[in-house]
């Protein structure tokens, strides 16, 4: 029930809202900072109370919903889970402040706001199909209204792409569902939803597998969003608000790959590892060209918004390695890409809020006028460009390493990222925040004020937090990403005689290396 | 125990760059001046107890590890915030430390009149912090932390003037051109966890030649990436092109990161990793190579450029290539052992440039000095004393340190190496003392407004400090003595290295592999130390670089008509002082064709060929929406004239 009531917690708040006089902005404003900020208490609450030794549901609660198809409200949370659904709450609360100066309907825009994070939230807790489909549509509605009403110029054009754009996707991945739903009925003579059940007992012959992988692909690679199926995205960050791209690049951008854990590989191993090469390559190019797009972008918030489809790139590149280095750097990577982009957003928004523009040109020699502004952005500019140390390094040389234990030219690609983040990255930096202050109207620029610093600094802590020390993000998805990897591993799916001699091979050299460390350590200690 | 203050070191200058930062602008400069000194100062000191503490080690154990807390991993992947104090780290920090401190002290007078000296200090300490962090690292990652951290220190140190855009340009270079050799040192480390099942370097360097083969492809592959690393950081051939663009930054910032510490990173790097780069046959020759050619390479451009901190840098970048060649024949103490000298002289070198830049406000072309020795005596003669040094005049450093190289460029490479070595220690004295000529000696061409003055004490002491360990320096290694070379002794259980053991472990894997093993006997003939041999070359290169210095004499003091005639309208002359064009050259073939490819991409790939399917998928299926709007036309007798031919044509297929 206690996760139930964090879930729905907001749209209880967004409802509460309603009734609020339209005149009452303070505290139409206070109400929603309290509901948002309540429920990422609680949502801390899961964290500390979370199990982290075991890859089983917590928080588990299954009741019958519309019994006759066998839908039930079953919904949960594991470590894949657990850290996007705290980030959700977090990033919800960051968004609330940093809207606090909205002027347009503010009492709607936090209504939306706040139903836009029980939509989320639910996604992350589904454990059955249907529940989780209707979560999954539910979201774009709250989001597409953000965009729609509260956006930019072409708003209205970006916010019908955003929405026609992921519900076509969707479509498909519902007809799969379906289909699962009545083969599942069929072979086990269940009539169940619920997606436990499913992945331990989903027995398609492989052909069926590859089309229903392709349409739960096709669905989340629009959201993630992957080389080709990106151009949404672009648009639709520019038009966003604030906030809205904070969520955007924080949140919902991350459903598609959570996706890709939770169904994709459990339940399709063998589509998933006979579909790796070119999820890899599809990955790679989107490295690649998202960072080379974004170099030459004069939007701000255009250029963040294609280094976004460079950072998915990395992530999914790091699920589809199908080890353990490659999915804990694909999660921790997405954690981070939420942090850093959602970060980079507020700061873009923070001078767009005093210029009303974001065209790269109309700015040069800002650190002078704005000191501490300079500095959080090249803190968070350095983390997205994975400085070690920082948060994006410990996700992106796991995906790395990951990845190169499949292959090494792959790994060769990707890396070249890193090269290729540092010239938009720094380009960008250097002709916004160096150079002369010689534009007039930059010249009465104010610093970040302490609201503002409210919503940065704790995504700078965070940065340094994850990037010096991450094992208590970690630790939380160790179990369930070595339960996943156990299910999806490529050693399942090889000729056996191959598989035995590698497996064979592999764990001797582990061992080897595990006795030489300990027995090191031990030294260590009695040296001590 | 003593020991435990390793992770001290660095430490203290982090914590003064983070009190700097935030706080700097209100305690004041002479405040944050001691801040910044007295960190380093702290660190130095705890260098000197760490070093007591390792003296005080039990027989036999050279390495000690302190491992503060585990920093991530996934699977069997785990990577410890680890330091580790061996003989080759106390080398380097006693180097950064020492040197570093008396750097900052330096900086305290030469950065007075800035604004943003708070903000100076803030970076220089993070800059030594993270250099500690790069040497004292207990594996790759680790390390890789400091070295990407000294990158990007030194990337807002060169930008330091922000508003001039050539500062911000050539930080971003030094940025991007140092990313290409991360990336693949980022590779190298993701091949050697694959092998190993591990990157701490003491077990990677342990277990190398029992899971290498010699010469294999595995270890070739490795250190190649890994000397590409190497190249970015320590400027060689082919990534060099950043460094001189960074004497865009404060001269102090010059001495201390762009010549005496971070500049030699590659090279610590590589004897860090000597085990594996013994085991490369084939990486040590390419090495030795770009070595030798960097090395004659930048003293040729040196001779040509007039800006007193770029002839500085270039030679820079000649004297690494020299630690780098040592690496490539082996001769991993003579790399350290110049190392040293080279962050003595060199750091004293750009000091005094930075007093003579101080005293002559701001000016850096020497065609606008001349004279200045009667001014700015301290200066002159440190400088003096840290030319003859880095000429390689005995009996000071770097006389030691160069021809140890030398010698073993000769002995355990081939007389190719030697060759250049000896012509770019040629080229070496001639453009030092072309230096010293025109900046001190002759007429003065200073400005008349100008009046040059000695630079205050806070600047001359740390010379004359500097100049004093660019004398002495070379008491490390005096060879002459079989058995004395004090760095040889102290860094042999960092470099020991048992090739008959290893090639038995190739040999073995081979066969197991079903391969043949060559034969590599002749290998391991041991090679005799030629004492009359290396007499014989230091008396070469004695004569060598006064012929260089002679040379400079006739053409800068005696005849001073000379360089034009021979420069004015020859080709060669001007290609070499346009550094060869290959930063035109390197513009051409990958900035702009990436620059353009992306506009191509985005203009064309995106908004059109991807972006202009989805939106001709949502035209199309608009256009049949409305042609089957047609239909709904609400009149009647359509709906009865479709009735009526649908009937028509039930029949037809019915019948």
Known sequence: MFLTFITFLPIIGALFLAFFPKENEGAIKQTALAVAAADFLLSLFLWTNFDSSTHKMQFELNTSWIESWGINYHIGLDGISLLLYVMTTFLTLICVIASWDVKKHIREYMMAMLALSTGMLGVFISLDLFIFYVFWEFQLVPMYIIVGVWGGPRRIYAAVKFFIYTAVGSLLMLVAIIWIYFHVKETTGVATADILFITDNISAPLDIQKWLWMAFFLAFAIKVPMFPFHTWLPDAHVEAPTAGSVILAGVLLKMGTYGFLRFNLPFFPQASYDFMPFVAWLS?????????????????????????????????????ALNEYGIQGALIQNINHGISTGALFLLVGVIYDRRHTRLIKEFGGLSKQMPVYAVCFMIVALSSIGLPGMNGFVGEFLVLLGIFQVNGLWAACATSGVILAACYILWMFQRVMFLELNNPKNMELKDLNV?????????????????????????????????????????????????????????????????????QRLQKTSHN | MLLKLT?????????????????????????????????????????????????????????????????????????????????????????????????????????????????????????????????????????????????????????????????????????????????????????????????????????????????????????????????????????????????????????????????????????????????????????AGTGAATAIMAATIGMTQFDIKRVLAYSTVSQIGYMILACGVGAYTAAIFHLVTHAFFKACLFLGSGSVIHGIHGEQDMRKMGGLKNYMPVTYWTFLVSTLAIAGIPPLSGFFSKDEVLYHALMDGNIIFWGMGISAA??????????????????????????????????????????????????????????????????????????????????????????????????????????????????????VAITGIVAAYIFYIKRPDLPDKFTKGQWGFELVQNKYGVDELYDSTFVKPTVEASHLLWKECDAKAIDGTVIGVAKIIGWLSKQARIFQSGFVRNYALFIAVGFISLLLIMF
């Open chain 1, 284 to 320: 790679i190019i989107g490295i690649v060209y998202g960072a080379l797009v974004s170099m030459v972008q004069e939007d701000l918030k255009k250029l963040v918004a294609y280094s976004s489809v460079s950072h998915l790139g990395f992530v999914m590149l790091g699920i589809f």
């Open chain 2, 7 to 287: 992770c001290l070191v660095p430490l203290f200058p982090l914590i003064g760059s983070i009190i700097n930062g935030f706080f700097g602008l209100r305690i004041g400069k002479n405040a944050v001046g001691i801040i910044a000194a007295g960190s380093m100062a702290l660190s130095f000191l705890t260098s000197i107890l760490v070093y007591v503490g390792y003296l005080m080690l039990p027989e036999g154990q050279h390495v000690f590890e302190q491992v503060v807390w585990t920093w991530f991993g996934a699977g069997d992947f785990s990577v410890d915030f680890g330091f580790q104090v061996d003989p080759l780290t106390l080398v380097m920090m006693f180097v950064v430390t020492g040197v570093g401190f008396i750097i900052h002290v330096y900086a305290i007078g030469y950065m007075h009149e800035e604004y943003s000296f708070y903000r100076f200090f803030a970076y220089f300490n993070l800059f030594a912090s993270a250099m500690l962090l790069l040497i004292m690292g207990n594996n790759f990652l680790l390390m890789f932390i400091g070295w990407e951290g000294v990158g990007c220190c030194s990337y807002f140190l060169i930008g330091y003037y922000f508003e001039k855009k050539s500062a911000c340009d050539a930080g971003t270079k030094a940025f991007i051109v140092n990313r290409v050799g991360d990336f693949a040192f980022l590779l190298a480390v993701m091949y050697i966890f694959n092998i190993f099942g591990t990157i701490d370097f003491s077990e990677v360097m342990h277990a190398a030649p029992e899971k290498l083969i010699y010469a294999g492809e595995a270890v070739t592959i490795i250190t190649l990436l890994l000397f590409i690393g190497a190249t970015g950081k320590s400027a060689q051939i082919p990534l060099y092109t950043w460094l001189p663009d960074a004497m865009e930054g404060p001269t102090p910032v010059s001495a201390l990161i762009h010549a005496a510490t971070m500049v030699t990173a590659g090279v610590y790097m590589i004897v860090r990793c000597s085990v594996l780069f013994n085991l490369a046959p084939m990486t040590m020759m390419v090495v």
């Open chain 1, 451 to 519: 609201r503002e610093l409210i919503t940065v600094i704790p995504l700078l802590v965070l940065i340094f937090w994850i990037g010096l020390y991450p094992k208590p993000f970690m630790k939380t998805f160790d179990a369930s990403v070595n339960h996943l990897v156990s299910r999806v591993s490529p050693d399942n799916f090889r000729p056996t005689k191959d598989h035995q001699e590698d497996g064979g091979h592999h764990a001797s050299l582990m061992t080897k290396t595990e006795l030489a460390k300990l027995s």
């Open chain 2, 426 to 543: 040629l080229l070496t004295a001639f453009y030092m003392f072309r230096l010293v000529f025109m900046t001190f000696h002759g007429e003065s061409r200073v400005d008349p407004h100008i009046h040059p003055h000695e630079s205050p004490k806070v600047m001359t002491m740390p010379l004359v400090i500097l100049a004093g360990l660019a004398t002495i320096g070379g008491i490390l290694g005096i060879p002459l003595f079989h058995g004395w070379h004090i760095l040889h002794n102290w860094l042999e259980p960092v470099l020991h290295f048992d090739l008959a053991h290893a090639l038995e472990h190739s040999e073995h894997m081979l066969h197991e592999a079903g391969r043949h093993a060559p034969s590599w006997a002749h290998l391991l003939n041991p090679k005799e130390h030629n004492l009359w041999l290396e007499i014989f070359l230091m008396a070469f290169s004695a004569c």
